[in-house]
């Protein structure tokens, strides 16, 4: 569960609003965060970090890539074991990367007081888990480290290394960092426990989100029949909004 979020107290009218305006803003957000994604996604492209130690159509070498792979190569043994079953080693070159940034919404489980046993999925409007487009994305990553879907090895380990090589992306060229705040987004990098502490890169608005007690959410799943619920954005939410440049400039006047 995301422990940051708060709680707030709905009305049933009050949920109804917020969940229509929670939706036009998601709408807005999405479609911003892909236009930025296409307009800067030359600046990721993998064999600016790896050189030749991936397979693209150039095989320039590139200042630092034996580094970056070593450490992507680090990354990788900690996790490919348990659950996904694979060799801890990497052979270079790796497989091509695609040049493609896609962005999936956070979601993680929530355990319902009194419900024992009994988990939500929760989906963040406001925050996106970002990587390299796959054929294995988290959902079928999961699927597959569950027994749910049969393991495709090939695939599994592709997911594993478009995650890994973004994550390394952003801690070798840390300008990039600044480049997403610049553009509204907070970067983190957190782990998956559910995929043996697989790193990700997340990216967040600066816009707070919320959720109601625990009953309400009970209530309103046990009448959609789905286990799932999102996050509610507050009308306040979006005139709270930080602006972290105009801080620094204050800060740089006092």
């Known amino acids: 569960m995301d422990e940051k979020i708060s709680r707030k107290n709905l009305t049933n009218e009050e949920f109804l609003k917020l969940r229509q305006t929670t939706g036009k803003i998601e709408q807005v957000l999405n479609k911003r965060l892909r236009s930025h994604l296409d307009i800067i996604r030359p600046l990721f ?3 600016i970090l790896l050189g030749n130690l991936v397979k693209s159509a150039y095989t320039d070498e590139i200042p630092g890539a034996q580094k970056a792979f070593t450490e992507l190569q680090e990354w990788y043994a900690k996790i490919c074991e348990k659950p996904f079953g694979l060799p801890k080693k990497l052979q270079p070159p790796l497989p091509p990367i695609s040049h493609q940034l896609e962005c999936t919404p956070f979601q993680y489980s929530l355990s ?7 988990s939500i999925t929760i989906t963040s409007p406001v925050k996106w888990i970002l990587s390299y487009q796959s054929e294995c994305p988290l959902n079928r990553l999961k699927a597959m480290a569950s027994g749910m879907e049969s393991r495709q090895p090939d695939e599994m380990r592709q997911g594993l290394i ?3 090589t973004l994550v390394v992306f952003l801690k070798r060229f840390p300008i990039l960092n600044q480049l997403f705040e610049d553009l509204r987004y907070q970067p983190e990098i957190i782990e998956l426990s559910d995929l043996g502490g697989l790193p990700v890169v997340i990216l967040k608005t600066p816009v707070e989100t919320f959720l109601p007690p625990d009953d309400f959410i009970l ?8 286990a799932a619920f999102q996050e509610v ?4 939410a979006v005139e709270n909004i930080p602006d972290p440049f105009k801080e620094h400039l204050k800060n740089l006047i006092r």
Do not use: D, K, Y
């Open 45 to 47: 492209i993998p064999r």
């Open 162 to 164: 478009n995650h890994l």
């Open 233 to 236: 954005i507050a009308f306040e």
């Open 219 to 226: 209530q309103v799943t046990q009448l959609s029949g789905i």
């Open 112 to 118: 319902l007081e009194g419900e024992p046993g009994r």
